[in-house]
C-alpha cells in the first residue's frame, strides 16, 4: 500500500506516470503547490478524501477501481482523459476551474452535494454507468458545459441549482 494519510506537501508534487498497485490513501493531505498525477495509474482503491489541493493534475489518469475524493478541496483542478471505476466526488469543493473534458466513467459517479464556485467543463466526457448530480450548486459565477457528453445510463439532478449558464448541447 501506499499511505500518505495526512501528509503535506509544500512544494509540487510529482506522481506523474507513478504506478499504484496497491491501494493508495491520501485522506487528508494537503498539497500547497502543484499536485501531478498526470498518466498515473491506480490498480486498486485510491482515496484522496478530505484531501486539498491548490492545483491538481489527473490528466489522462487511470481509475481501474474506485477513486474517492469525497469532500476534496480543490483549487484548479484537471481530470481531461482521465478514466475513472467508480468515481465518489460527494462533498467536493471546486474553487477553482475544473476540466473533465473526455474524461471517462465506467462506473457510477457521485458528485452529490458538491460545490463549484467556478466554471466546470464535462465537454465530450462519457458517463457509461449513472451520474449523480443531486443537491449540487453551481455558484452564479460558474458556467457548466456538458457539449457533447454522452450518456449511457441514468443522470441524475435532484434539487441541484445551476445559477449561471449550463449547456448540454
Known amino acids: 500500500d501506499a499511505n500518505f494519510f495526512s501528509a503535506t506537501f ?3 508534487a510529482n506522481f506523474r506516470w507513478a504506478n499504484f498497485s496497491a491501494e493508495a490513501n491520501f485522506i487528508s493531505a494537503t498539497f500547497s503547490e502543484y499536485a501531478d498525477f498526470r498518466s498515473a495509474t491506480f490498480s486498486e482503491y485510491a482515496d ?3 484531501v486539498t489541493f491548490s492545483d491538481a493534475d489527473f490528466g489522462s489518469v487511470t481509475f481501474s477501481a474506485d477513486a474517492d475524493f469525497s469532500s476534496a478541496t480543490f483549487g484548479n483542478a484537471y481530470f481531461s482523459s482521465a478514466t475513472f471505476g467508480n468515481a465518489y466526488f460527494g462533498s467536493a469543493t471546486f474553487n477553482a476551474d475544473v476540466d473533465f473534458i ?3 466513467f ?3 459517479v457521485d458528485f452529490n452535494s458538491a460545490t463549484f464556485n467556478a466554471d466546470v467543463d464535462f465537454s465530450s466526457a462519457k458517463f ?3 451520474a449523480y448530480f443531486n443537491n449540487t450548486k453551481f455558484s452564479k459565477t460558474a458556467r457548466t458545459y456538458f457539449y457533447k ?3 449511457e445510463k441514468d443522470i441524475f439532478f435532484e434539487r441541484t441549482r445551476f445559477r449561471k449558464y449550463v ?3
Open 149 to 151: 457528453a454522452s450518456f
Open 102 to 104: 473526455s474524461a471517462t
Open 128 to 130: 457509461s454507468a449513472d
Open 48 to 50: 484522496f478524501s478530505s
Open 167 to 169: 449547456s448540454f448541447n
Open 106 to 108: 465506467n462506473a457510477d
Open 10 to 12: 509544500k512544494a509540487d
